[in-house]
């Protein structure tokens, strides 16, 4: 008589990103807030807003050779209900993220998604713009793209949560599409930007040990992310020299 066969039983597992504080993303909260802060004392004091007329997205500035502006209108904001919908996507989403990419990725990929939004902008929209929501559209993406990339650690939360984030994103371009005054250029730029590096350097994580003793290990880590960074800012200001 044959034995009877053995019963293998799946068990699950929590296992949990880094607790490490988000620290980046205070910062660029209250960098961002500090920026807002000096253009609303600016308007009072001088009629005018000094660090907008600096650093907001100018084409015709970026032409004359104020190439900072790809960078800066991160950092400034035209409402407080402007800055205060920026801050708060920035507050939800990058937390998790930094916990996930690391501070360091988490910053490159924060400034990858600003750059790729406003050299979009800078091709396609003749008109100004400021705001982090370039930045912001690229963390949306890069969680997107992240969650689908470990969507076997996720198991069957993935699919919600992807479901989620599509909404979120069609539901924020039809709103730019249908509204005057919101840079949709910008925010698919950021969108491609932070995706395509979440994709090529985004933290790719495999289950290492045996229970209890588990652990996510990152696949991608060392400098990778450095030179997907250093050649996705390459491609994207190559991109930029066809608007001069």
Same mark, same amino acid.
């Given at each position: 008589?044959?034995?009877?066969?053995?019963?293998?039983?799946?068990?699950? #597992?929590?296992?949990?990103?880094?607790?490490?504080?988000?620290?980046?993303?205070?910062?660029?909260?209250?960098?961002?807030?500090?920026?807002?802060?000096?253009?609303?004392?600016? $308007?009072?004091?001088?009629?005018?807003?000094?660090?907008?007329?600096?650093?907001?997205?100018?084409?015709?500035?970026?032409?004359?050779?104020?190439?900072?502006?790809?960078?800066?209108?991160?950092?400034?904001?035209?409402?407080?209900?402007?800055?205060?919908?920026?801050?708060?996507?920035?507050?939800?989403?990058?937390?998790?993220?930094?916990?996930?990419?690391?501070?360091?990725?988490?910053?490159?990929?924060?400034?990858?998604?600003?750059?790729?939004?406003?050299?979009?902008?800078?091709?396609?929209?003749?008109?100004?713009?400021?705001?982090?929501?370039?930045?912001?559209?690229?963390?949306?993406?890069?969680?997107?793209?992240?969650?689908?990339?470990?969507?076997?650690?996720?198991?069957?939360?993935?699919?919600?949560?992807?479901?989620?984030?599509?909404?979120?994103?069609?539901?924020?371009?039809?709103?730019?599409?249908?509204?005057?005054?919101? $840079?949709?250029?910008?925010?698919?730029?950021?969108?491609?930007?932070?995706?395509?590096?979440?994709?090529?350097?985004?933290?790719?994580?495999? #289950?290492?040990?045996?229970?209890?003793?588990?652990?996510?290990?990152?696949?991608?880590?060392?400098?990778?992310?450095?030179?997907?960074?250093?050649?996705?800012?390459?491609?994207?200001?190559?991109?930029?020299?066809?608007?001069?």
């Amino acid at each position: 008589m044959d034995p009877p066969p053995l019963r293998t039983e799946v068990v699950r #597992v929590p296992v949990r990103l880094p607790n490490s504080a988000p620290v980046v993303t205070y910062i660029l909260l209250g960098l961002t807030i500090l920026v807002y802060a000096a253009q609303m004392i600016s $308007d009072a004091v001088l009629g005018g807003d000094l660090p907008a007329a600096i650093g907001l997205k100018s084409n015709a500035r970026i032409i004359a050779g104020e190439y900072w502006r790809l960078l800066t209108p991160m950092l400034l904001h035209g409402s407080i209900t402007h800055i205060l919908f920026n801050m708060y996507a920035l507050f939800s989403f990058g937390r998790g993220l930094e916990r996930m990419f690391g501070h360091t990725r988490f910053l490159l990929l924060y400034l990858i998604g600003a750059l790729a939004g406003n050299v979009a902008s800078f091709l396609l929209s003749p008109n100004n713009s400021l705001g982090a929501s370039t930045a912001v559209f690229g963390l949306v993406a890069a969680e997107g793209v992240s969650i689908y990339l470990n969507r076997k650690i996720y198991g069957g939360q993935a699919r919600n949560i992807l479901a989620n984030i599509g909404f979120v994103i069609l539901v924020n371009l039809m709103l730019g599409f249908s509204s005057t005054g919101i $840079d949709n250029w910008g925010h698919l730029g950021g969108l491609v930007g932070g995706g395509v590096f979440a994709l090529l350097a985004g933290p790719l994580l495999v #289950v290492e040990g045996y229970y209890p003793d588990v652990r996510l290990v990152d696949q991608r880590s060392g400098l990778l992310p450095y030179l997907v960074a250093l050649v996705e800012a390459a491609a994207i200001l190559l991109l930029a020299s066809f608007g001069f």
